[in-house]
């Protein structure tokens, strides 16, 4: 059931985007001092790393009410820590997977490098990833932000399936 | 709850509170979020103002606060600054988080509704945050006081003599075979026209003698590892052919040498060298270089000559590539420009029209120690030029090529024109967009210039040629210029024309950064901490930047800057110890099942595995804090203090208002 009551105005998707400490928060950083423009629809967490990101936490943004999840990071090569953000593209590809899998459209999440200088970048890909994800419309999953609740529906129909 | 948490707002003059209803969200904070354990929220004109910082120290006293949010600027501001405000009111430094509705909302957003909203959440997320968070005492580990200077132009050389003189070793890394840089080549300089070599060689020779300075030139650093106060980095030193402990620099080698190569680097192209060279006789070191690719004895096997001269047999044809490993606390990167390459520019007929010349070919002619004595010449190396245009903003201040401007060139231009007027008595013919004299002394030269009858017409060139339309243009270059002041297209015919040419980051400035884990800006200058108020540091703790690598400069404020990167070692060398951020990765022994997944995840090496208790360690000193095996480990053994699970897994509960949901029927979200 959907949550827009005011349909007039256009559904605002609500995105969390992961940043890690060194290239891409300060982007976003850059992107502020230069007052460039992007949409309101995305709140920021800052990670040490973009290899920082457990798969729970989207798994968590997505239980929680968010629509979708950008993931961001320095680029390849440019990792503070050498070569963690590898790591977060393997996560990545393998979560995006899973989602899909769950029945998520894969436009829901994005993965981002942006470099410290790229905060013209960072904006362009924001803007464009809150229109992907307004396009898709609202997740709406019926869970109050529990990660183990998410997993836990569809064993309940399978019961309730079993059962009728 | 137990927490006592305060929330304070800031309006940052009308920075935030123009776009964010500041007051709203402070009482939102207060009334909203008073059941998460918000006892006090406020909103302040200033927060990191004195006064501002006062208010949240008196609330921690009276209060009794155990936890402070501030959402003002970005946390790479002012973090440190009301980190130190709770210190000083007795709370740990650690409970308090900074969150940015600057950066990330009022200075990107525009709708005020949808910022305010925004406000919100982001406080909601640093509310649910900072409950988790665990007062942490910083990591202190010694300085080693030996410092790496990489680079040895002006900027490299006053960092590497301040620290020298302050008693702190010094090991300075050249990649050309003498230390100088370019101010080594230049002729004069504006606008007091002193003689360059003159003023830089006594420093130089210091730097050679200085029993605190390592001097390594004909070397590279090829890798760094380690942290602020710690580093260990790996020079390769290329092989001279010539054994430095035996060479007394004399000399014959050189002379003996019957090989001569054009010399593209110290002498721009303008000059021969021989195939083994002392770059120019003031060089620092005073030992001769073989260029292998050149010397008849790697070609083809037979000459050495030098060999056969050398008076005390320092010539070593089996020399090889060495590595060698220094460590070092701090690190100062000094590698400066290069420049642009107006061949790029083909309408200027660089390169296919014989007298137009770059800059720093003008400043080789036009020097005393030069190619042609200093005698002002065409490309014949005879004749006299009896005209002179010089072309201003080759390669800056164009789109196509770099946007900036750069800074010197105005100045060095009017050097050039003072130098011909001088030397020649040539007609000298500036094209300039606009000429920027902002420095000390500087517009004074430019009413001098005026005064000597240089003409000067604003316009950018449009084009160089030869071919002529008069017969007054007859074998003469003609300058093709749009006169802007009187609207009027001009064709001038000169005999030489100056190009000059932008300054650029060195070709492999990105990868230097990435070896030093510092960040280029997209035209490929260092990024300092701060522009304004740190534009010394960089954003990795215990590396700086000084001189002309951080963007176009000239040399007094490469001076500046090379001696205050030197002042800001010397005061961390004074601390004798230097703190870390705790942010660090820590194994529970009693969950980890010893599957080694984490080992190889780790790029510092940092984890080891006790096979007898089989169990992995992290070792805290070499932890950089990156995270990425906390969020590898199946069995959820690994934490991070900083930036835990249940702090992240919270952050996201609060920036959704689940927190408020839970207790509110009322959805609190905007739409």
């Given at each position: 059931m959907s949550e827009q009551t005011d349909t007039n105005r256009p559904f605002e998707p609500v995105i969390i985007g992961f940043t890690c400490n060194w290239c891409s928060y300060r982007a976003a950083d850059m992107a502020g001092t230069a007052r460039m423009k992007y949409g309101p629809n995305i709140r920021l967490i800052r990670l040490m790393c973009s290899g920082r990101l457990d798969p729970t936490f989207v798994l968590k943004a997505f239980a929680g009410g968010a629509d979708g999840v950008m993931i961001t990071g320095c680029h390849p090569g440019d990792c503070h820590y050498v070569e963690q953000n590898y790591k977060a593209l393997r996560r990545y590809i393998l979560l995006r997977k899973t989602l899909v899998q769950m029945g998520f459209e894969p436009g829901r999440i994005k993965l981002l490098w942006a470099s410290a200088a790229e905060g013209a970048i960072f904006v362009e890909e924001v803007n464009k990833f809150i229109e992907q994800v307004r396009a898709l419309g609202p997740l709406n999953w019926p869970t109050s932000g529990n990660v183990e609740e998410m997993f836990a529906i569809p064993e309940q129909m399978m019961i309730q399936e079993a059962t009728s | 709850m137990v927490e006592k948490i305060g929330v304070y707002v800031c309006h940052c003059g009308t920075n935030i509170a123009g776009i964010v209803d500041v007051e709203g969200v402070a009482r939102w904070a207060a009334e909203k979020l008073k059941p998460r354990g918000v006892v006090v929220a406020r909103d302040y004109k200033f927060m990191c103002s004195s006064l501002g910082q006062e208010l949240i120290e008196k609330d921690i006293k009276e209060l009794g606060l155990t936890r402070v949010v501030v959402a003002a600027c970005s946390p790479h501001l002012h973090e440190k600054t009301f980190r130190n405000a709770c210190k000083n009111a007795?709370?740990?430094?650690?409970l308090c988080e900074l969150v940015s509705i600057r950066e990330q909302v009022s200075w990107v957003h525009t709708d005020k509704t949808a910022a305010t909203e925004k406000a919100k959440a982001i406080i909601s997320g640093g509310v649910e945050r900072i409950i988790w968070h665990e007062p942490l005492e910083p990591l202190r580990v010694p300085i080693n006081p030996a410092t790496l200077v990489v680079g040895g132009g002006i900027a490299g050389l006053q960092a590497a003599l301040e620290i020298a003189d302050a008693g702190s070793h010094v090991y300075m890394v050249e990649r050309q075979p003498s230390i100088g840089g370019h101010m080594a080549q230049f002729d004069k300089t504006f606008p007091t026209l002193d003689c360059s070599a003159c003023i830089l060689t006594p420093k130089m020779v210091d730097v050679g003698n200085h029993p605190n300075i390592t001097l390594m030139t004909w070397a590279e650093v090829t890798g760094v590892d380690g942290y602020v106060g710690n580093f260990q980095v790996t020079i390769k030193q290329k092989p001279r052919y010539v054994n430095t402990e035996l060479c007394t620099g004399c000399g014959i080698c050189q002379e003996k040498c019957p090989k001569k190569v054009i010399d593209d680097v110290f002498e721009a192209g303008l000059g021969k060298r021989k195939?083994?060279?002392?770059?120019?006789?003031?060089?620092?070191?005073k030992f001769p270089v073989l260029d292998k690719e050149n010397c008849t004895y790697f070609i083809k096997g037979t000459c050495k000559a030098c060999e056969k001269f050398c008076p005390t047999g320092a010539i070593d044809y089996t020399q090889q590539e060495e590595f060698i490993k220094v460590d070092v606390g701090q690190i100062i990167l000094a590698t400066g420009y290069q420049l642009f390459d107006p061949h790029r520019m083909p309408q200027y007929g660089y390169g296919r029209l014989p007298n137009v010349f770059t800059s720093l070919e003008f400043e080789r002619l036009s020097n005393a120690a030069g190619p042609t004595g200093g005698k002002i010449v065409l490309r014949d190396g005879v004749t006299e030029p009896r005209s002179v245009a010089i072309v201003h903003c080759v390669g800056s201040r164009d789109k196509n090529y770099n946007a900036y401007c750069s800074s010197i060139c105005c100045m060095q231009s009017l050097k050039f024109a003072h130098l011909v007027h001088e030397k020649t008595g040539a007609e000298v013919y500036e094209c300039y967009i606009d000429i920027r004299t902002p420095a000390k002394g500087y517009d004074e030269f430019y009413q001098r210039l005026l005064e000597e009858g240089t003409h000067f017409i604003r316009g950018k060139v449009a084009e160089v040629t030869n071919a002529p339309r008069t017969p007054e243009e007859e074998g003469k270059l003609i300058v093709q210029v749009e006169d802007t002041l009187i609207g009027k297209q001009q064709r001038i015919p000169v005999d030489t024309v100056i190009l000059s040419a932008a300054l650029e980051p060195r070709q492999d400035a990105k990868e230097v950064a990435r070896l030093f884990g510092i960040s280029c800006s997209a035209d490929g200058w260092y990024i300092e901490?701060?522009?304004?108020?740190?534009?010394?540091?960089?954003?990795?703790?215990g590396v700086y930047i000084a001189g002309a690598v951080q963007g176009p400069k000239d040399i007094p404020t490469s001076v500046a800057q090379g001696a205050a990167a030197a002042a800001r070692v010397e005061g961390k060398i004074q601390q004798k110890e230097v703190a870390i951020e705790p942010i660090r990765a820590s194994i529970n022994p009693d969950q980890c099942s010893g599957c080694r997944i984490c080992n190889d995840l780790c790029p510092f090496n940092a984890i080891l595995f006790h096979e007898d208790k089989m169990v992995s360690e992290i070792n805290p000193a070499l932890c950089q804090g990156c995270g990425t095996c906390v969020a590898a480990c199946p069995a959820g053994a690994i934490s991070g203090t900083g930036f835990s699970n249940e702090q992240i897994l919270a952050q996201i509960d609060g920036l959704l208002f689940l927190n408020v949901k839970k207790l509110d029927t009322v959805p609190a979200e905007g739409d």
């Amino acid at each position: 059931m959907s949550e827009q009551t005011d349909t007039n105005r256009p559904f605002e998707p609500v995105i969390i985007g992961f940043t890690c400490n060194w290239c891409s928060y300060r982007a976003a950083d850059m992107a502020g001092t230069a007052r460039m423009k992007y949409g309101p629809n995305i709140r920021l967490i800052r990670l040490m790393c973009s290899g920082r990101l457990d798969p729970t936490f989207v798994l968590k943004a997505f239980a929680g009410g968010a629509d979708g999840v950008m993931i961001t990071g320095c680029h390849p090569g440019d990792c503070h820590y050498v070569e963690q953000n590898y790591k977060a593209l393997r996560r990545y590809i393998l979560l995006r997977k899973t989602l899909v899998q769950m029945g998520f459209e894969p436009g829901r999440i994005k993965l981002l490098w942006a470099s410290a200088a790229e905060g013209a970048i960072f904006v362009e890909e924001v803007n464009k990833f809150i229109e992907q994800v307004r396009a898709l419309g609202p997740l709406n999953w019926p869970t109050s932000g529990n990660v183990e609740e998410m997993f836990a529906i569809p064993e309940q129909m399978m019961i309730q399936e079993a059962t009728s | 709850m137990v927490e006592k948490i305060g929330v304070y707002v800031c309006h940052c003059g009308t920075n935030i509170a123009g776009i964010v209803d500041v007051e709203g969200v402070a009482r939102w904070a207060a009334e909203k979020l008073k059941p998460r354990g918000v006892v006090v929220a406020r909103d302040y004109k200033f927060m990191c103002s004195s006064l501002g910082q006062e208010l949240i120290e008196k609330d921690i006293k009276e209060l009794g606060l155990t936890r402070v949010v501030v959402a003002a600027c970005s946390p790479h501001l002012h973090e440190k600054t009301f980190r130190n405000a709770c210190k000083n009111a007795g709370l740990n430094p650690y409970l308090c988080e900074l969150v940015s509705i600057r950066e990330q909302v009022s200075w990107v957003h525009t709708d005020k509704t949808a910022a305010t909203e925004k406000a919100k959440a982001i406080i909601s997320g640093g509310v649910e945050r900072i409950i988790w968070h665990e007062p942490l005492e910083p990591l202190r580990v010694p300085i080693n006081p030996a410092t790496l200077v990489v680079g040895g132009g002006i900027a490299g050389l006053q960092a590497a003599l301040e620290i020298a003189d302050a008693g702190s070793h010094v090991y300075m890394v050249e990649r050309q075979p003498s230390i100088g840089g370019h101010m080594a080549q230049f002729d004069k300089t504006f606008p007091t026209l002193d003689c360059s070599a003159c003023i830089l060689t006594p420093k130089m020779v210091d730097v050679g003698n200085h029993p605190n300075i390592t001097l390594m030139t004909w070397a590279e650093v090829t890798g760094v590892d380690g942290y602020v106060g710690n580093f260990q980095v790996t020079i390769k030193q290329k092989p001279r052919y010539v054994n430095t402990e035996l060479c007394t620099g004399c000399g014959i080698c050189q002379e003996k040498c019957p090989k001569k190569v054009i010399d593209d680097v110290f002498e721009a192209g303008l000059g021969k060298r021989k195939a083994m060279y002392i770059p120019f006789p003031q060089a620092v070191p005073k030992f001769p270089v073989l260029d292998k690719e050149n010397c008849t004895y790697f070609i083809k096997g037979t000459c050495k000559a030098c060999e056969k001269f050398c008076p005390t047999g320092a010539i070593d044809y089996t020399q090889q590539e060495e590595f060698i490993k220094v460590d070092v606390g701090q690190i100062i990167l000094a590698t400066g420009y290069q420049l642009f390459d107006p061949h790029r520019m083909p309408q200027y007929g660089y390169g296919r029209l014989p007298n137009v010349f770059t800059s720093l070919e003008f400043e080789r002619l036009s020097n005393a120690a030069g190619p042609t004595g200093g005698k002002i010449v065409l490309r014949d190396g005879v004749t006299e030029p009896r005209s002179v245009a010089i072309v201003h903003c080759v390669g800056s201040r164009d789109k196509n090529y770099n946007a900036y401007c750069s800074s010197i060139c105005c100045m060095q231009s009017l050097k050039f024109a003072h130098l011909v007027h001088e030397k020649t008595g040539a007609e000298v013919y500036e094209c300039y967009i606009d000429i920027r004299t902002p420095a000390k002394g500087y517009d004074e030269f430019y009413q001098r210039l005026l005064e000597e009858g240089t003409h000067f017409i604003r316009g950018k060139v449009a084009e160089v040629t030869n071919a002529p339309r008069t017969p007054e243009e007859e074998g003469k270059l003609i300058v093709q210029v749009e006169d802007t002041l009187i609207g009027k297209q001009q064709r001038i015919p000169v005999d030489t024309v100056i190009l000059s040419a932008a300054l650029e980051p060195r070709q492999d400035a990105k990868e230097v950064a990435r070896l030093f884990g510092i960040s280029c800006s997209a035209d490929g200058w260092y990024i300092e901490r701060h522009p304004k108020l740190d534009p010394i540091a960089t954003m990795t703790d215990g590396v700086y930047i000084a001189g002309a690598v951080q963007g176009p400069k000239d040399i007094p404020t490469s001076v500046a800057q090379g001696a205050a990167a030197a002042a800001r070692v010397e005061g961390k060398i004074q601390q004798k110890e230097v703190a870390i951020e705790p942010i660090r990765a820590s194994i529970n022994p009693d969950q980890c099942s010893g599957c080694r997944i984490c080992n190889d995840l780790c790029p510092f090496n940092a984890i080891l595995f006790h096979e007898d208790k089989m169990v992995s360690e992290i070792n805290p000193a070499l932890c950089q804090g990156c995270g990425t095996c906390v969020a590898a480990c199946p069995a959820g053994a690994i934490s991070g203090t900083g930036f835990s699970n249940e702090q992240i897994l919270a952050q996201i509960d609060g920036l959704l208002f689940l927190n408020v949901k839970k207790l509110d029927t009322v959805p609190a979200e905007g739409d």
